[in-house]
């Protein structure tokens, strides 16, 4: 990843609907450091993205493609295009938002596509960014879903930045420390 021949391009995508909010936050801070090491970065805001979510049709098994021609295809070349992705999502009752899950579900088209693929999972790597209002511990099903999602496409989880007891907007600006693993993140996942 960290090779000089090889342009590293990081990718964030956030999750919440709040813009300036603490997830978007933390995904800039991750950019933040992925830029201080050369990398160019690019965001999107899934909110604005219009991604709907799977409906189950199956069309994908049989042709390859999803039926949906909506915002997902573009940012699936995105994420190709992209060597390290940062997956920024709040905790919405105990599991990600619904434009997060709404996206993760449409993964889904991709294991059924025939070459070349839109997007190539194994070999990204990812980041997480994940704020809360409650408790580390309330954020383990929201942690575990993505882990074990990105573990199932064989996706490496490089770091996972976890803000717990944030609840209005803004309130991980006064979390120094984890701005600076959110920044640690994103430099270390671009030069090791
Ligand atoms: C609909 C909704 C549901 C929430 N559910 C939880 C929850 O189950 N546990 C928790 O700790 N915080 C919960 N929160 C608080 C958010 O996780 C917290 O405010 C977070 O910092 C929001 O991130 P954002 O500023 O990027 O939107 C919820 C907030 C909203 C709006």
């Not at 493609?65 to 060597?83: F, I, N």
């Not at 938002?97 to 693929?117: C, G, I, L, M």
């Not at 580390?136 to 770091?159: C, P, Q, S, W």
């Amino acid at each position: 990843m960290g090779k000089k021949d090889h342009v590293c391009r990081v990718l964030g995508i956030v999750g919440s609907p709040r813009r300036g909010g603490n997830t978007e936050t933390m995904v800039d801070e991750v950019l933040a450091g992925a830029a201080e090491a050369g990398a160019p970065t690019e965001k999107v805001i899934l909110s604005k993205l219009d991604v709907g979510p799977c409906r189950a049709c199956d069309a994908c098994r049989k042709t390859g493609k999803c039926v949906q021609q909506d915002g997902l295809p573009a940012l699936l070349e995105q994420m190709d295009q992209s060597q390290v992705w940062v997956l920024g999502t709040p905790v919405y009752y105990w599991g990600p938002t619904a434009q997060f899950k709404a996206f993760v579900d449409r993964w889904y088209s991709t294991e059924h596509q025939v070459t070349p693929k839109s997007v190539e999972f194994e070999g990204k790597r990812v980041i997480l960014a994940i704020p809360l209002g409650g408790a580390d511990h309330d954020a383990r099903h929201t942690v575990g879903m993505i882990e074990d999602a990105l573990a199932y496409k064989g996706v490496e989880l490089f770091a996972t930045v976890v803000a717990s007891g944030v609840e209005r907007k803004g309130a991980v600006r006064e979390r120094p420390n984890v701005l600076a693993a959110a920044r640690q993140a994103g430099r270390d996942a671009v030069e090791k």
